[in-house]
Antibody, heavy 122, light 107 residues
Framework: QVQLVQSGAEVKKPGASVKVSCRASGYSFTSYAMHWVRQAPGQGLEWMGWITAGSYNTRYSQKFQGRVTITRDTSANTAYMELSSLRSEDTAVYYC???????????????WGQGTLVTVSS | EIVMTQSPATLSVSPGERATLSCRASQSVSSNLAWYQQKPGQAPRLLIYGASTRATGIPGRFSGSGPGTEFTLTISSLQSEDFAVYYCQQYNDWPLTFGGGTKVEIK
């Protein structure tokens, strides 16, 4: 069965960077795009960016442009999201989410990781 | 950016009753709309995509309508496990955007 397993919770100081991983199993990792979505405590969902299935192209929300980098390692079936210059407002649960159709870059998200809490505090 | 507005923010419903959730897009998103359910401490779960197609394993009491700018998620007869927060999402245009959510609570 499809599974997305994310790395554990992180506590970071303002100005630092964090890198969250998302290990995929149960499907052809290179055939599906991956997106990242975050959720601040008690708030709604916010889309951050995507990485395409095969060509490793990325696109980011302008809100995070310059601070976020999404990558993937096909040998490890793992996607990564790195966010730099962290501030307290970046405290949130970060999710990876798979696009629901093979070969599509943008569509609904059919599988989600369990989420990774990133806390930014001095 | 396409703004997604959900209403109401909170919906109080008795078990067995029908719940109707609304989602409005600031411009047409065609049928490129999904609905997700989220329970406390859990990741969102896909319910509906393409405005009206139920995801695998989703019970028939969940239905969606569209397309265009006005969308509705209907839960025909609320079960105890349906009390949660529901989000709509458009994937018609970049950046992808979500509505603010509707919390369905027990009346």
């Amino acid at each position: 069965q499809v599974q997305l397993v994310q790395s554990g919770a992180e506590v970071k100081k303002p100005g630092a960077s964090v890198k969250v991983s998302c290990r995929a199993s149960g499907y052809s990792f290179t055939s599906y795009a991956m997106h990242w979505v975050r959720q601040a405590p008690g708030q709604g969902l916010e889309w951050m960016g995507w990485i395409t299935a095969g060509s490793y192209n990325t696109r980011y929300s302008q809100k995070f442009q310059g601070r976020v980098t999404i990558t993937r390692d096909t040998s490890a079936n793992t996607a990564y999201m790195e966010l730099s210059s962290l501030r307290s407002e970046d405290t949130a649960v970060y999710y990876c989410a798979r696009v629901g159709f093979r070969g599509y870059t943008v569509n609904h998200f059919d599988y989600w990781g369990q989420g990774t809490l990133v806390t930014v505090s001095s | 950016e396409i703004v997604m507005t959900q209403s109401p923010a909170t919906l109080s419903v008795s078990p067995g009753e029908r719940a109707t959730l609304s989602c409005r897009a600031s411009q047409s998103v065609s049928s490129n709309l999904a609905w997700y359910q989220q329970k406390p401490g859990q990741a969102p779960r896909l319910l509906i995509y393409g405005a009206s197609t139920r995801a695998t394993g989703i019970p028939g009491r969940f239905s969606g309508s569209g397309p265009g700018t006005e969308f509705t998620l209907t839960i025909s007869s609320l079960q105890s496990e349906d009390f949660a927060v529901y989000y709509c999402q458009q994937y018609n245009d970049w950046p992808l955007t979500f509505g603010g959510g509707t919390k369905v609570e027990i009346k």
